[in-house]
């Protein structure tokens, strides 16, 4: 589907400074009730657009069309929103916090689209991270989420892995060579050792495992978004934090804890990225959370809709998730 561009104009940034000629790119799926309230949104993930939770939406899909109005926003470094490579700021693009993703989102649906309300915030990765902050920057709107193989704090372990991708893309200039280098950084997080060991890249097509780090790996950062977008989106993911969020005093479990939200956790059972032990902890925090570990061995790709299992356990969740609650709310509890 071809994508839409949603004009800000300025937009003030958490720390301070000012996005100017700031826009985002989104795509829409479904038609939104009259009352605005049928929304359902996914934020972007690293190197990602609007095209990235295809195999999650349409009619009969978990995130249903024909029922309801399904969202996929690009985040600002994505190539496609306001990016280092085409913003007049260029290399001074600044830097993009999780709360500014969000204010600019909550802005095109209010502003652009008409939503009053969201009957699911869900997303992958660093959509993940997203789909958190939405659950403490709105929580008035947003009826449930489901984070898949992400976190609401980008932890340590994590930060030593954006540490290594960030040094991987910055060499060579930040030329091809550099960005391949990244893709095989990634490669080994992506994965779990028992993926390796199965060589369960061979469920791709892959017949061998130089093949799949060339012509998966390596590829996704060649065709993706320009090096100077991807170390800007790195930047965001280091800074990922709902504690930051104006009013929590810097307690990311202030900030969890005021989430009103259903919310369902899907960890990837060997994710390396984001450890299962971290999300059990937030499940904990939220008020009213269930936790559903993706099982398998694909890791961090298990949110990613790569392996046939995956997708029908996720997918399972999410139309579980969307059929429990009502999605209503008193016109007098909306923003």
């Not at 994505?78 to 913003?87: A, D, I, K, L």
């Not at 193989?149 to 550099?178: I, K, M, Y």
């Amino acid at each position: 589907m071809d994508h839409r561009v949603f004009d800000l104009d300025a937009l003030p940034l958490l720390s301070g400074e000012l996005l100017t000629d700031a826009r985002i790119g989104y795509a829409v799926h479904g038609t939104l009730d009259a009352d605005g309230a049928n929304a359902v949104l996914c934020p972007s993930f690293f190197g990602g657009d609007h095209t990235g939770y295809d195999w999650l939406i349409g009619k009969g899909r978990p995130l249903d069309t024909s029922r309801y109005c399904v969202i996929t926003v690009g985040l600002f470094g994505n190539g496609v929103s306001s990016s280092p490579s085409n913003h007049p700021s260029g290399a001074d693009f600044p830097l993009i916090t999780p709360q500014d993703n969000v204010a600019a989102q909550h802005r095109l649906l209010t502003e652009q689209l008409g939503v009053r309300e969201l009957a699911l915030v869900t997303g992958w990765s660093m959509g993940a991270a997203h789909t958190y902050q939405w659950a403490v920057s709105h929580p008035r709107i947003v009826r449930r989420i489901a984070p898949i193989c992400g976190s609401p704090v980008t932890s340590e372990h994590n930060q030593v892995f954006l540490a290594g991708l960030a040094a991987a893309l910055a060499s060579d200039g930040g030329a091809e060579r550099g960005r391949r280098a990244a893709g095989r950084v990634f490669a080994g997080w992506g994965a779990s050792h028992p993926f390796w060991a199965q060589r369960a890249y061979q469920e791709l097509g892959f017949a061998t495992r130089e093949e799949y780090l060339t012509n998966f790996w390596e590829e996704f950062f060649v065709a993706g978004p320009a090096t100077a977008d991807l170390l800007a989106m790195v930047r965001t993911w280091e800074s990922a934090d709902v504690g930051a969020t104006p009013g929590f005093g810097g307690s990311a479990d202030a900030a969890l804890a005021s989430v009103t939200a259903e919310a369902v956790l899907l960890p990837g059972a060997l994710d390396q990225c984001f450890a299962v032990a971290d999300e059990e902890r937030v499940a904990g925090v939220l008020p009213r959370a269930a936790l559903k570990v993706v099982p398998g061995v694909w890791g961090h790709l298990a949110g990613a809709g790569a392996d046939a299992a995956d997708r029908e356990f996720v997918g399972g969740e999410l139309r579980r998730l969307l059929a429990r609650w009502p999605a209503t709310v008193r016109a007098d509890q909306v923003e």
